[in-house]
């Protein structure tokens, strides 16, 4: 199973940023993928999750209305659209997927992750 997050980078408050997860080396399209994010110095945090068909998505409340996740089977790629955003937005951000399904419990189950990618907001 691989998971290679990219998109990230230095952004002002206020701003926007993509980040893509790349899936490969399993059928991606039978499982829930997401994101999670670490802050420095913080425990980490599920931030969105995307059902394998994409009619069931969860976010943490901190970014319901600012982030959108979407997900393109065909590609095995899924996507966090991140608007509006604010420092505290400022994490290593990882792509990742488990056997729980898509939801507040989600992350508890993630079991395979790739690399992160950084996403830094500050003015």
């Known amino acids: 199973v691989q998971l290679q997050a990219f998109g990230g980078g230095l952004v002002q408050p206020g701003g926007f940023l993509r980040l893509s997860c790349a899936a490969s080396?399993?059928?991606?399209?039978?499982?829930?993928i997401g994101w999670f994010r670490q802050a420095p110095g913080k425990e980490r945090e599920g931030v969105s999750c995307i059902s394998s068909s994409g009619r069931t998505i969860y976010y943490v409340d901190s970014v319901k209305g600012r982030f959108t996740i979407s997900r393109d089977n065909d590609q095995n790629t899924v996507y966090l659209q991140m608007n509006s955003l604010k420092p505290e937005d400022t994490a290593v951000y990882y792509c990742?997927?488990?056997?729980?399904?898509?939801?507040?419990?989600?992350?508890?189950?993630?079991?395979?992750w790739g690399k992160g990618t950084l996403v830094t907001v500050s003015s």
């Open positions: 990742a997927t488990g056997p729980y399904r898509c939801g507040s419990r989600w992350y508890d189950g993630v079991d395979h």
């Open positions: 080396g399993f059928t991606s399209d039978y499982y829930a």
